[in-house]
């Protein structure tokens, strides 16, 4: 999945992964959309008590697609979903979004499956106590091109617990590599999910590069990734 959110100045909300979306009959008529402080009946014999109340504070503010809970979710696609929710409704709260950003529509893009798979590349360690050490980790997390040779990269830093398995993450950084341009419309966000004992993070927007021939380019990026705590 800051939270990979993107929010359009039409107050069309797309949440999760997501790519640009005009707010147009066409878009309003294909997807389905329910009343503020609206949640259908079905929903809730679908999810938790905790996840319901979830979806209720979400309505109040936004007219909500709830066809992703139609999707066979994996568990970690699950947890990205809820992830992003509680990101929206703390970025409302704190005042990161207002009026007249709400009260519009709210979907998701589809939720990419998690790569679990990435080459992690230790790029600083500092042990700080027996227990306690300083990690830097990085790996390509998207590649471009016909032959992969613009990368995305995502950049970790985090304090590791080994007695506990658990992370802090400190800060976590998407940069480039290749002749791409900057990444201004990428967002990205890495957590420690304390229930798995792993580092998951998302990363969404889209990519400009300039090919070998002086070409431009742009492709959507849509990710879900893992990172290992350990670095033996």
């Given at each position: 999945?800051?939270?990979?959110?993107?929010?359009?100045?039409?107050?069309?909300?797309?949440?999760?992964?997501?790519?640009t979306?005009?707010?147009?009959?066409?878009?309003?008529?294909?997807?389905?959309?329910?009343?503020?402080?609206?949640?259908?009946?079905?929903?809730?014999?679908n999810?938790?008590s905790?996840e319901?109340?979830?979806?209720?504070?979400?309505?109040h503010?936004?007219?909500?697609?709830?066809?992703?809970?139609?999707?066979?979710?994996?568990?970690e696609?699950?947890?990205?979903?809820?992830?992003?929710?509680?990101q929206?409704?703390?970025?409302?709260?704190?005042?990161?979004i207002?009026?007249?950003?709400?009260?519009?529509?709210?979907t998701?893009?589809?939720?990419?499956?998690?790569?679990?798979?990435?080459?992690?590349?230790?790029?600083h360690?500092?042990?700080?106590?027996?227990?306690?050490?300083?990690?830097?980790?990085?790996?390509p997390?998207?590649?471009?091109?016909?032959?992969?040779?613009?990368?995305?990269?995502?950049?970790?830093?985090?304090?590791?617990?080994?007695?506990?398995?658990k992370?802090?993450v400190?800060?976590?950084?998407?940069?480039?590599?290749?002749?791409?341009s900057?990444?201004?419309?990428?967002?990205?966000?890495?957590?420690?999910?304390?229930?798995?004992?792993?580092?998951?993070?998302?990363?969404?927007?889209?990519?400009?590069?300039?090919?070998l021939l002086?070409?431009?380019?742009?492709?959507?990026?849509?990710?879900?990734?893992?990172?290992?705590l350990?670095?033996?």
């Amino acid at each position: 999945m800051k939270v990979l959110f993107l929010l359009f100045a039409c107050s069309f909300y797309m949440s999760g992964m997501c790519q640009t979306v005009e707010r147009n009959n066409q878009n309003i008529v294909t997807l389905t959309y329910m009343p503020l402080d609206s949640v259908p009946n079905w929903v809730k014999t679908n999810v938790s008590s905790e996840e319901y109340g979830l979806w209720q504070r979400l309505s109040h503010y936004y007219q909500v697609d709830y066809s992703i809970l139609r999707e066979d979710l994996s568990p970690e696609q699950e947890v990205e979903l809820y992830r992003m929710i509680r990101q929206t409704l703390a970025d409302i709260e704190s005042g990161n979004i207002s009026s007249p950003d709400l009260y519009g529509y709210y979907t998701f893009s589809p939720l990419p499956k998690v790569d679990t798979n990435l080459s992690w590349s230790l790029s600083h360690l500092t042990q700080i106590d027996s227990n306690l050490f300083l990690v830097n980790k990085q790996a390509p997390i998207y590649y471009a091109g016909k032959e992969g040779q613009y990368r995305v990269v995502c950049s970790i830093w985090y304090l590791y617990d080994k007695s506990q398995q658990k992370a802090t993450v400190l800060k976590s950084k998407f940069g480039r590599t290749g002749d791409c341009s900057d990444l201004p419309n990428i967002v990205g966000n890495v957590e420690f999910l304390s229930d798995k004992g792993i580092l998951q993070g998302s990363c969404a927007g889209t990519l400009d590069y300039v090919d070998l021939l002086g070409h431009n380019h742009v492709e959507n990026i849509n990710v879900i990734f893992v990172c290992p705590l350990s670095f033996n």
